[in-house]
């Protein structure tokens, strides 16, 4: 069994969509991987949302969207610690991140992402940055 975690509103998915929306656009042209965790009592859940975008829009497996718009439903619900990252592949690969604060993305600067990012959540012990990776800051995401 996951962690326990809130049920969602509809205004909850409502918003998911709206910020995923935002979030994909602001990614361009290219492979990305998205990232969430959301802390939950007894846990943590993820859920990670590969794609790729070109002039022609996105391509991506649609159950994984589902999944992935689903966790955000709840990190957007603000009652638990929820972060996001996106990942632009390429070398080196991109990284930025976003941290919930009462439900709303928050962009994290440079030093913010790989601080959150190269930390173990549940030991605060490092954990290895990937090999050619740039932290980034991440752009606002209006909601």
């Known amino acids: 069994m996951g962690p326990l975690l809130q049920v ?30 959301v802390s939950g009592f007894g846990g943590m859940a993820t859920a990670v949302f590969p794609f790729v975008q070109d002039d022609e829009g996105m391509a991506a497996n649609g159950s994984d969207l589902y999944v992935f718009c689903d966790l955000l439903a709840i990190a957007v619900t603000g009652a638990h ?3 996001l990252i996106l990942r632009t592949m390429g070398q080196p690969q991109v990284a930025r991140g976003w941290k919930f604060i009462d439900g709303d993305p928050m962009p994290l600067n440079r030093a ?6 190269t930390i173990h959540p549940d030991s605060d012990g490092p954990l290895i940055p990937l090999p050619g990776t740039e932290y980034a800051d991440a752009p606002v995401i209006h909601i």
Not at 112 to 117: G, K, L, R, S
């Open 81 to 83: 610690p929820s972060g």
């Open 8 to 37: 969602p509103t509809d205004r909850d998915r409502n918003r998911a969509l709206d910020i995923f929306n935002r979030v994909t656009e602001k990614a361009g042209i290219g492979s990305h991987g998205l990232t969430l965790g």
């Open 112 to 117: 913010q992402a790989f601080d959150a990012y």
